[in-house]
């Protein structure tokens, strides 16, 4: 459809457009024609907000999240548990503990999980930076809330091993049957880790 | 899911992105966290070919489309047949028929269609324009080929009533049974109408 665009600002924007995920030709027009439609301050308003992301926006210096200041609202909040540090990925996985309502402690942004294939190591995330805050902090336990990759799996077991010297209670997400779920359809490894660690039952309240 | 996002800046490029159409939250939050990741050319790279629209991108003073210069490739190009006129909606229009490779004539982009209910009157589209264009240019026919909507009927119908005395011979594109389809899957107003306005059968060479 793209090489019948007649003028090369509009195929520069598609293209532009295009690098966002999951976006193809199609939509990239789209987006761009409805962008072209607008004012010219709607445009700018749109752009400035897309800049900002890389010219203002800070990494929190404790727990690397994304944040506007140099500590973010969790690590700043002096309602959160400062005992407890949850160690995930990326930001979104904050956002998803956060939205459970369950979980009071502070976190840590990895920044992603060790993977030799995609040229991620070690020094590539933060790493130091956690290793740094549990002789600095009153951190009594440690939960390792990456995923069950194979990836993830190769960066908890480092973490868990660069730990164990600094007596903190290392633990991990629970795996099992999701709520919900109708037990036929599982997979057989989930199944079977949710039999072995089986938990004592509790009627619901 | 965006009442969690800790930082004010990341919100404000969400909600941005939330703009462009048939985004939602999530992916305008996908997309953000696309954009924080890459390098600061990358994102100006990016910001540039969105902006250009607005402050680069030119209409064609002959036919309305969007260009790069004062005329339109299309308009500029010596090939065309300029006796015939395809008046269309807007820019996809005319990608659209310029795809199908059955059509050399030039074009005029009306920029939306008459619509009494979203406030589109005649002095808001490229209608002047066209008018002027009869006499000014060898145009022996003008098909037009608007949406079948209501709204696309309206139009047509003005259009003929202010062509009518410019001595053109005025068109509209074939309805009927698209190629491929069952004719039992058609909407009777369109089988309707393909069988009144049958033509004589022709094998195919």
Chains 1, 2 share one sequence.
Do not use: W
């Amino acid at each position: 459809m793209n090489n019948q665009l007649p003028s090369v600002i509009l195929q520069n924007a598609v293209e532009a457009l295009r690098t966002l995920p999951g976006v193809g030709s199609r939509t990239a027009l789209r987006y761009a024609l409805n962008l072209m439609r607008r004012t010219q301050p709607e445009v700018e308003h749109f752009t400035t907000a897309v800049s900002r992301l890389k010219t203002d926006l800070k990494t929190c210096r404790r727990c690397c999240n994304v944040s506007d200041s140099d500590l973010c609202p969790i690590c700043s909040s002096p309602k959160r548990d400062n005992t407890t540090l949850c160690v995930v990925e990326n930001v979104q996985d904050v956002m998803a503990i956060e939205n459970t309502n369950s979980y009071n402690g502070l976190y840590h942004v990895l920044g992603g999980v060790l993977s030799p294939i995609d040229g991620i190591r070690i020094s590539d995330l933060n790493i130091a930076q956690l290793l740094a805050r549990i002789p600095a902090e009153p951190i009594a336990e440690v939960i390792l809330a990456l995923p069950t990759t194979m990836e993830g799996d190769t960066t908890n077991f480092y973490l868990n091993k660069q730990l164990a010297p600094l007596h903190v209670r290392v633990s991990t997400l629970a795996r099992g049957v999701a709520i919900g779920d109708n037990l036929e359809y599982a997979d057989e490894v989930t199944l079977g880790q949710s039999i072995v660690n089986r938990i004592p039952f509790s009627t619901p309240n």
